[in-house]
């Protein structure tokens, strides 16, 4: 039985001479495992319609230990992404996290979305990239079901103050009466903001916020650490983006 679906290559590998193994994410079935058979051959014309970060239309048919791509088409294949390092960093940075992050065969229209939208911003280079990985990121852990309490103080209830701290090891905030040690402080326009991409109803507008230099430096931090304290695999795609980077 064969299955039409609109998804994004997010990872590749090669299987023996010239198959390959594709992970798709898509919107209706999330992330879905598909074998491109001969794809090296010259004249197999799924060939570019398989490779990393093409998003297309994939005509799928169930093999014993996963689909196989009968055909492809691209839609959209991120080109501008390969004439700047920095940013193809960080797409395969997001790739990466969407694969550890996600569920196969469950349904994950937001997230395709919000990766979808993050690499047409890497391409157009019009967006502090700082904002670009913050919102993927807190975005992308609550799409995940970690979305840390950021509501109110967790112990007082107070909604905001200034400046707020965020506990990385509890994902809460605190007042500034109800401050605790191992609390990272927090602005409350950095709050603000987490607020904002954790909880806005339209993926799209994730990225529709602006902090001053050092307050962005303090929302990528938390968010940084945040997700590290959670997702618990070696994320060789972020090393390489900081080392190629100043980012700290």
């Known amino acids: 039985m064969q299955q039409t679906v609109k998804g994004l290559i997010i990872r590749e590998q090669t299987i023996g001479e010239s198959d390959r193994l594709v992970t798709l994410l898509t919107g209706d079935l999330g992330l879905v495992r598909a074998f491109v058979r001969r794809a ?39 080109f ?20 550890f992050l996600g569920a196969e065969e469950q349904p994950a229209p937001e997230t ?40 109110a103080c967790y112990r007082c209830g107070t909604f905001e103050s200034d400046p ?8 809460c905030i605190y007042c500034r009466d109800c401050y605790r040690n191992n609390a990272m402080t927090a602005p ?19 990225f529709s916020f602006s902090l001053n230099s050092d307050n962005l430096d303090i929302l990528c931090n938390i968010s940084e650490k ?10 060789t795609t972020l090393e390489f983006y900081k080392s190629i980077t100043n980012y700290e």
Request: aromatic share 10%; with cysteine; hydrophobic share 45%.
């Open 164 to 171: 707020m701290y965020f506990d990385i090891e509890e994902g």
């Open 188 to 206: 409350l326009g950095v709050i603000t903001a987490l607020r904002f991409i954790c909880l806005t109803e339209n993926v799209a507008k994730v």
């Open 112 to 151: 395709l979305r919000l990766v979808l939208n993050a690499l047409h911003l890497l391409c157009r280079g019009e967006k502090d990239l700082r904002i670009i990985k913050a919102a993927v990121e807190m975005r992308m852990l609550t799409l995940g079901g970690y979305m840390p309490d950021i509501t």
């Open 80 to 99: 501008e992404l390969r004439s700047d390092i920095e940013r193809l960093a960080l797409a395969q940075y997001f790739a990466q996290l969407t694969y």
């Open 40 to 78: 090296k051959t010259i004249r197999n014309q799924n060939l570019s319609a398989t490779s990393l970060f093409v998003y297309g239309e994939f005509t799928l048919y169930r093999g014993r230990d996963a689909y196989v791509v009968d055909s492809a088409q691209s839609i959209e294949v991120f």
């Open 226 to 235: 945040y997700l590290l304290s959670r997702v618990e695999k070696k994320l």
